[in-house]
């Protein structure tokens, strides 16, 4: 039987036993057929989510990117770190001779990592630089697990609302309807960046001039 968690090639880990190719693949599929059951139960009580440009209530994401900390939680769980000096050590990397002589100690994970508001959090870069890039490491880390988590859950949800169907590609454009694309993307983008003052090479004089000398050959 595989152990639990175990480091192979490549520094991967497995932490979710895997027991053959069959067992691993049946997890897998169950796996998947988990994500595109919730992103149905999501889209049954949230009607239009898995479109283009909708956006799931702040309360309703909350809850499931609770779900997400809860599971990273599980998966990675809080670590003893040594404080020697202000620095941070966990405490699995010094020599088990030397555990019993660390005077301070202290358990960093997801639940504590994540209890700092967002002002008490920024006042540790003062006090406690290299608590606060501890406590910084937890935080980024659970961020952006939920946030690809729920990546996959707008994924799944769009997937389940086309049936599998991939998007039907568009026809190529001639080369002259490309030029015709191409020239009003250009107007657009230019009076965007002018309006907006972001880019000092968007010239609205030199690009009039730049497209009559080019329309008037190409026209011609």
């Not at 960046?193 to 008037?216: I, P, R, Y």
Request: proline letters at 2%; hydrophobic letters at 35%; a positive charge.
């Amino acid at each position: 039987m595989a152990q639990a968690k175990k480091t192979i090639a490549h520094n991967v880990e497995i932490v979710t036993p895997i027991l053959s190719y069959t067992d691993g693949a049946y997890k897998q599929a169950s796996s998947y057929d988990t994500a595109s059951d919730f992103a149905k139960y999501v889209i049954e009580k949230n009607s239009g989510f898995g479109t283009d440009d909708f956006k799931l209530s702040d309360k309703v994401k909350e809850e499931i990117v609770q779900g997400y900390r809860m599971r990273y939680s599980a998966r990675y769980p809080a670590k003893t770190y040594a404080v020697i000096g202000s620095e941070y050590f966990d405490i699995e990397t010094i020599d088990p001779t030397q555990r019993d002589k660390v005077k301070e100690k202290v358990e960093v994970g997801v639940e504590v990592a994540l209890s700092f508001t967002s002002n008490e959090y920024g006042k540790l870069a003062n006090d406690r630089p290299q608590y606060h890039k501890l406590i910084g490491k937890w935080r980024y880390d659970t961020s952006t697990y939920c946030s690809n988590r729920f990546k996959d859950l707008e994924k799944a949800a769009r997937e389940a609302i086309s049936g599998g169907a991939k998007k039907k590609r568009t026809a190529n454009l001639s080369f002259a309807e490309t030029v015709d694309k191409t020239v009003t993307d250009l107007k657009t983008k230019l009076a965007k960046c002018v309006a907006n003052k972001t880019d000092s090479s968007a010239n609205q004089e030199k690009f009039n001039k730049a497209l009559s000398a080019f329309l008037a050959v190409w026209k011609a």
